[in-house]
């Protein structure tokens, strides 16, 4: 099965909220998604994000490996493992799924269960409520075009024994990546940026967590007037 990205598409006409900030959102007394994040509220709804993130893409990354023909590995989108019964075998899937506009919002979500669907359906739906706001600019010395191609600032993410540090990268360097790494960047609106990862970077699910624990790094660390517009730092939608 292939990964392809497709549009999220979802009749929000026909939504019932149950939250207050749902309700909040289907009477359009909410309008930002910006707003939502600022105040530290939580999104408990992924109708919420589809109002007000219209064009949000999704994914599903390699995460996993399948038998091949004739023996040996073959890349998939299904982490599979088996429990040993007295009944047989019992298969569990799991998998990764990011979702974005590719201008500034980014979600990353896992899923599993005993089947290929409802962990998918999982992954989306986690991925929806853990959508986050990434700041974006020019911060590389060789470039200084003050547009948000590439980000800030060198940042680092963690998770296992994985790190990975992203790095600004001049306009029309790319993106200097592994091959699941690039999907995430290309889901946030990131087009530059190089990156070094240390650790057993084997573990894909390790390495792609930390990715996003980088990206949320953008956010987190403070950035003074002047730096904002010497790197043109946009934070979200330009």
Aim: hydrophobic fraction near 35%; charge should be positive.
């Amino acid at each position: 099965m292939q990964n392809k990205e497709n549009t999220i598409k979802v009749n929000i006409e026909s939504w019932v909220p149950k939250t207050k900030l749902g309700k909040l959102v289907k009477s359009k007394e909410v309008n930002s998604f910006d707003d939502i994040l600022e105040r530290g509220e939580r999104v408990l709804e992924p109708e919420i994000a589809y109002a007000l993130l219209p064009g949000l893409e999704s994914d599903l990354i390699f995460v996993g490996q399948s038998k091949g023909k004739f023996g040996g590995g073959k890349k998939s989108i299904w982490k599979t493992t088996q429990k040993k019964t007295k009944e047989g075998n019992k298969p569990n899937f799991a998998t990764l799924a990011i979702v974005g506009n590719k201008d500034g919002f980014i979600g990353m979500g896992y899923g599993k269960s005993k089947e290929t669907v409802p962990a998918r359906e999982k992954a989306l739906r986690k991925s929806t409520l853990n959508i986050i706001r990434i700041r974006r600019g020019c911060g590389s010395w060789e470039c200084g075009c003050k547009e948000p191609h590439s980000i800030p600032f060198k940042v680092s993410g963690k998770c296992g024994s994985v790190t990975i540090t992203l790095i600004p990268a001049a306009k029309g360097t790319s993106l200097c990546a592994e091959k699941e790494i690039k999907k995430v960047l290309e889901t946030a609106g990131i087009k530059d940026v190089y990156s070094k990862t240390i650790g057993h970077t084997a573990t894909k699910l390790n390495m792609l967590k930390a990715c996003f624990e980088a990206l949320k790094e953008l956010q987190k660390t403070k950035v003074n007037s002047e730096s904002r517009m010497l790197a043109g730092v946009v934070e979200g939608r330009k």
